[in-house]
């Protein structure tokens, strides 16, 4: 059987910053300007309606996909099933005259979204050679990444912050990983991490070009499963932001492949009034954000004082006209559990406050009747114990 990924379009790697190409099949961290790399692909737009077609007779995971992934060895790429998550309607708690529709990504292989960003950083690292990986991590991150090094039969090592909840660590333990834990924030974890050695390969949120790509197809599934007609918003739940900048680009390269007009859903950056780096930066008319002092929130996802692509994320807010939300802890509670009493859903915090930016989005009127909405409930409650 022939192995390759003989049907990729990746062609090579571009600077976010600056422009600069990049070899697509060595090793990749930042670019020399010390920014995120991307993935670029070759995209023809008389290959759109064709890729389509080809869609209808491929399983239901991420790797349906394959020609918009970068992986080179398709055949023995480790795949635990991740992707393909549902929409759900909500019947009765969506504001008056707005459809919302939930992607609900708790399906995923460790119970959240970072399953798909993870798979594809892991494949990379394997078959580009990494002698093992690791990452700084609020949680979700470790456990994925934890999970496919121990499918691809590689070294892990995750470092998080001390207070991160003990089902996390436990649990990464026992996929195999060395867990670190320290005082502090992601930030302190992550100078621990860069003492150290070994020459692990570090996948930490866009230290690396994979994860977006593995994100990206958030945006993909959404425009397949929508009919290729993209919603009006998309409400997100940001810390790295790793998922608004890898379905801004899934949405580009479809618009290339001659699937998407130029329209574009508006992005709803959503953090908590805790730690809102880039809602500040957004409200400033900032291109990139200050660190955030003192972070302070129980929603682990989104304790992520400082991101490195924050200037891709304040990217897409402009370009799709966009907006920032920064949401009050105390508000989750109550819209957990109507939620769960009036929809059958169990929503995690970081969906939750979702909801609850939606719902003040919706009442000052941004967003408006007629509107349909997607919002991301990213991970389970039950992973933090
Ligand atoms: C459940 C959950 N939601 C959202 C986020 C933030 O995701 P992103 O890095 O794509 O902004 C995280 C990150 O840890 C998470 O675990």
């Known amino acids: 059987m022939n192995k390759a990924n003989d049907k990729r379009w990746a062609r090579r790697l571009i600077c976010s910053r600056t422009g600069e190409p990049g070899e697509l099949d060595q090793p990749a961290f930042l670019s020399p300007a010390g920014a995120p790399w991307l993935v670029e692909y070759e995209l023809d737009p008389s290959a759109g309606e064709g890729w389509k077609r080809s869609l209808a007779h491929r399983g239901w995971s991420l790797w349906r996909y394959r020609e918009l992934l970068p992986i080179a060895d398709f055949a023995s790429r480790i795949d635990l099933g991740e992707g393909a998550t549902p929409l759900i309607p909500l019947r009765r708690s969506a504001p008056a005259g707005v459809e919302v529709l939930i992607k609900e990504e708790t399906g995923n292989p460790t119970g959240s979204f970072k399953a798909r960003g993870l798979s594809l950083a892991v494949n990379r690292a394997r078959e580009l050679g990494a002698p093992g990986v690791e990452l700084t991590s609020a949680g979700n991150a470790a456990l994925a990444m934890s999970a496919y090094a121990a499918a691809a039969g590689l070294p892990a090592r995750v470092a998080m912050p001390e207070d991160t909840p003990a089902t996390v660590p436990e649990r990464c333990r026992q996929l195999g990983a060395e867990v670190l834990t320290r005082p502090g924030t992601l930030i302190d974890a992550g100078a621990h991490l860069a003492t150290l050695g070994g020459g692990y390969w570090n996948l930490s949120t866009l230290k690396e070009p994979y994860r977006v790509e593995g994100k990206k197809t958030m945006g993909l599934e959404l425009a397949e499963q929508l009919g290729w007609e993209l919603p009006d918003w998309i409400v997100y739940p940001t810390g790295g932001g790793t998922g608004i900048v890898g379905m801004h680009k899934a949405f580009a390269e479809l618009e290339a492949l001659g699937l998407l007009s130029s329209k574009r859903p508006r992005f709803v950056v959503v953090q908590m009034a805790g730690c809102a780096p ?59 559990a109507r939620m769960a009493r009036s929809e059958g859903l169990r929503l995690g915090p970081e969906g939750a406050a979702c909801m609850v930016a939606l719902e003040e989005l919706a009442a000052a009127g941004t967003i408006s009747e007629g509107e349909r909405v997607v919002l991301f409930q990213t991970g389970d409650p039950a992973n933090y114990g």
Do not use: M, Y
């Open 278 to 336: 880039l809602v500040r930066a957004f409200e400033r008319g900032e291109e990139s954000a200050e660190p955030w002092a003192n972070a302070d929130t129980r929603v682990w996802g989104l304790r992520v004082p400082k991101a490195i692509g924050d200037f891709l994320v304040l990217r897409a807010l402009r370009e799709t006209a966009g907006t920032a939300v920064a949401v009050e802890e105390a508000k989750l509670p109550e819209v957990t």
